[in-house]
């Protein structure tokens, strides 16, 4: 829990500037920021079916300190220089350290937690990691317009601060008795039909929860015309998520957690929507506000399936296959996010993107259907 509250500052006051500080300050297109955060998706989640088979066979705790620290490194680099070169190095380097911690943290706590009580510890998780967006809003409006590079630099020590806390820290976690041969591994993840389906629909969320770092962003400027106003996104985000996110879970949990799912996704839609047609701060607050419900109903839902269909001695190749969904759910939404951005407004059609993420949401909420008589387990099927 202490290095989720450490990596949700250091993530969160670094990435929903550096589009901002691309965009303005270095004179990119959105199109190059949006690539260069596709990019950094990509080399994040796309490996992490790899890195989870790695952690499941070497253990939790080295798989951890890697990762932060290639993480740090990556996030210090973006105050090395203004080349497209190095930044999209910096962006690939930082992606590989996430590749390496994020399926291995969720399978710790997985395995460091009781079933019964699984869901409920991800939801506090969850609150532990908006109370550091808070700080983290607070950090980056601060020092964004003083020194992004600053903030670089102190984003990376945060971020190597994890590494050397997990180290020496958390207890080893190996999971595998025998080691299990890679093949056996793959072939279990990939032959979970109703694991593999699940997957697939949670590309949509991805693409829509993605839009916090390019067009979300971008929109809130466009109403204040302040580079500092990207905080509010956070704190109004992260609040909601501290004082909402445990009783959402514990109402979530009395229903079938797909048709929870499902209801995620109509709210996010509809944010979205709310976003795009904001005209004042307040309808834009409206907005964050369905979005960040939306996400508050899927999230401890989607960690609940993934930990309940994932074999014990698979816990973090299964995470990393979930994380495919935002390899490519998210890689797709930044990487055609600047562009939807840039022709819409040629186009005369503005809110082209928004119109975008809610068909994804009806998509997304139509893929999910079948999966209520297909999952198994408490609320699966109900």
């Not at 190059?32 to 080399?43: D, E």
């Not at 989640?45 to 890195?51: A, C, K, S, V």
């Not at 930044?87 to 019964?116: K, R, W």
């Amino acid at each position: 829990m202490s290095n989720s509250f450490l990596m949700s500052i250091g993530f969160y006051a670094l990435i929903p500037n550096l589009s901002v500080y691309l965009t303005h300050s270095l004179s990119w297109s959105p199109l190059l920021a949006g690539v260069l955060l596709m990019v950094r998706q990509f080399s994040q989640q796309g490996p992490m079916m790899l890195t989870g088979m790695i952690s499941d066979r070497v253990g939790y705790r080295a798989t951890l300190t890697l990762g932060f620290l290639l993480r740090g490194i990556g996030f210090a680099m973006f105050a090395l220089g203004t080349s497209p070169l190095l930044m999209f190095v910096s962006a690939i380097i930082a992606g590989i350290g996430g590749s390496l911690f994020e399926p291995t943290g969720d399978a710790a706590l997985t395995t460091l937690t009781d079933a019964t009580w699984r869901s409920r510890t991800y939801a506090v998780k969850k609150v532990i990691d908006n109370l550091g967006i808070v700080v983290s809003a607070l950090i980056g409006s601060l020092l964004v317009n003083v020194s992004f590079h600053l903030l670089s630099v102190l984003s990376g020590a945060l971020f190597a601060a994890a590494g050397i806390i997990t180290y020496f820290r958390l207890p080893a976690i190996n999971v595998q008795v025998k080691p299990v041969a890679w093949t056996h591994m793959w072939k279990t993840v990939t032959r979970d039909k109703p694991f593999v389906h699940f997957v697939a629909v949670m590309i949509g969320y991805f693409f829509m929860f993605m839009q916090l770092y390019l067009a979300i962003p971008a929109r809130i400027v466009e109403i204040t015309h302040e580079a500092s106003s990207v905080s509010i996104v956070f704190l109004v985000l992260s609040g909601m998520m501290i004082v909402l996110q445990v009783p959402i879970n514990v109402l979530v949990a009395k229903f079938n957690v797909i048709r929870s799912v499902q209801t995620g996704f109509l709210l996010m839609g509809t944010g979205l929507l709310v976003l795009g047609s904001a005209a004042h701060v307040t309808v834009f607050v409206c907005g964050i506000a369905l979005f960040a419900i939306g996400l508050m109903t899927i999230e401890p839902a989607s960690f609940d399936v993934t930990s309940r269909l994932a074999n014990p001695e698979m816990t973090a190749t299964y995470f990393g296959f979930y994380y495919l969904a935002m390899a490519i759910g998210g890689g797709i939404s930044q990487g055609t996010g600047g562009l939807l951005m840039q022709v819409g407004s040629s186009i005369g059609l503005p809110g082209l993107i928004w119109w975008i993420g809610a068909f994804v949401a009806l998509l997304s909420m139509a893929g999910a259907g079948p999966l209520r008589k297909s999952l198994p387990g408490k609320g699966a099927a109900e």
